[in-house]
């Protein structure tokens, strides 16, 4: 079973009073990336989800209940190692959020998925660069305020990180000195994840 697949399976289990359509549809797209990169890596769930058996299946109850006997066996899954970038990444989008457990998850979940090596977005599972736009400003508004220029948003976040952490990524002290300046502001076009799976089935 493919992403799509997968996603078109969770999407119908949704409890609709705990989660509107979009967080459903957010939540959808990653897990089944998530879980299709797994399968494909020959790894367990948390290492592409970022996030350990409980937490991950504490969300299926909540949002995903009728799935929940599926979901069982990942319960014992312990939670991921993490590398430095992206320890401080989970940092600085947790503290741009309301500190619910849910937008604490997503963050854990995003700052994972960051480290994959295509657009955010499309590492998300979703459907376009607008759609991760949307979820940055529901869930991660002190973070998207300051993203005025629209830098791509791995970018922007890793350049947050600079700031925030005093190690550098990026040698360049503006953007407006740099000669590379498409690599972080060009279109982010391209297909998405999904559409590509099911293209190649």
Not at 12 to 41: K, Q
Not at 126 to 155: Q, V
Request: charged share 30%; with cysteine.
């Amino acid at each position: 079973m493919g992403a799509a697949d997968l996603y078109a399976w969770l999407m119908p289990a949704v409890r609709g009073e705990l989660c509107n359509g979009f967080d459903a549809h957010v939540l959808a797209s990653i897990v089944a990336l998530g879980l299709t990169d797994a399968h494909e890596r020959g790894c367990t769930p948390s290492e592409t989800l970022g996030i350990g058996g409980v937490r991950l299946c504490g969300m299926i109850d909540e949002v995903f209940p009728a799935l929940r006997t599926v979901f069982s066996k990942f319960e014992t899954l312990a939670e991921p190692d993490m590398a430095e970038d992206e320890t401080c990444l989970r940092d600085l989008l947790r503290r741009a959020t309301a500190g619910v457990e849910r937008d604490l998850l997503l963050a854990d979940m995003v700052a994972r998925r960051a480290m994959a090596p295509n657009h955010l977005w499309q590492d998300l599972g979703l459907r376009s660069r607008r759609e991760l736009s949307w979820i940055m400003e529901r869930y991660f508004e002190p973070l998207a305020m300051r993203n005025t220029a629209d830098m791509k948003w791995k970018k922007f976040l890793f350049r947050m990180i600079c700031r925030d952490e005093g190690y550098r990524l990026c040698s360049v002290p503006v953007c407006s000195e740099c000669d590379d300046f498409d690599h972080c502001f060009g279109d982010e076009t391209g297909e998405s994840r999904m559409a590509r799976v099911r293209n190649a089935q």
